[in-house]
């Protein structure tokens, strides 16, 4: 999280100086919150177990909906532009897991849809810098389009899959992994007056996972109010 910081801190700071060239531009802070609908998820991984036993097999793995918070500091720039500097968190869990053995070597993982016993869960901490177009529809509806880049660093609890009350047929390893970042949103600003909006709005984050690991995306849905200075 002190990377995260650091790098939240070094994005305001650059925002600031692309701001001050223009002294009656409005600077804002604000905050969102919404859900964050992680999206299902397959990967080919190697099974295995206490006894040394090894296999080739796939996994998918669904996840609960979770909230997302996140909170922005950013100027308006020059033709209908803003840029931001934004910190996020979201936290969600795994569902259930279909593990599939390729070889035989683990007759129980037959891709059956296994719920969640216990652990699996998720916390996100993300960092990004944004850029924003502010479509001049009217003063009271402005719809906007934008997308942002960073970091994201993700931990992830051990999760154990079976049926409720019997022993766990599988286990996934928890662990803590940083990544960079997409996202592309849309939205519209709607005025209460000429320094309070309220902001629904939709976004898309594409976490760039390495090797076999999971793919991590998701869809969120937030409200957000923003307030101009």
């Not at 600077?27 to 177990?49: I, K």
């Not at 049926?163 to 996202?183: C, K």
Request: charged share 15%; proline share 6%; glycine share 12%.
């Amino acid at each position: 999280m002190r990377g995260l910081a650091c790098l939240f801190l070094t994005s305001v700071s650059l925002i600031c100086i692309a701001g001050s060239a223009e002294a009656d531009i409005p600077w804002y802070v604000a905050g969102d919150a919404g859900a964050s609908l992680r999206m299902d998820a397959s990967r080919s991984t190697t099974f295995s177990n206490k006894t040394g036993t090894t296999g080739p097999g796939t996994n998918k793995v669904t996840f609960d909906t979770g909230p997302a918070v996140y909170l922005e500091v950013g100027y308006r720039l020059p033709n209908h532009l803003r840029v931001e500097g934004e910190l996020g968190y979201s936290q969600d869990s795994v569902s259930s897991a279909s593990p599939l053995s390729l070889n035989g070597a683990f007759p129980a993982l037959v891709g059956a849809r296994l719920p969640l016993q216990s652990g699996g869960g998720r916390n996100n901490y993300s960092a990004t810098i944004n850029a924003f177009y502010d479509m001049p529809v009217s003063e009271q509806f402005i719809p906007y389009v934008g997308a942002g880049i960073g970091v994201d660093d993700l931990a992830a609890a051990t999760a154990h899959f079976g049926e409720p009350g019997a022993r766990p047929i599988f286990t996934e390893d928890g662990g803590q992994i940083m990544n960079a970042a997409i996202l592309g949103e849309a939205g519209v600003a709607i005025a209460l007056n000429n320094r309070w909006p309220i902001i629904p709005a939709y976004r898309y984050e594409h976490i760039f996972t390495t090797g076999t690991a999971f793919r991590n995306d998701a869809n969120i849905l937030k409200l957000g109010v923003r307030r101009s200075f």
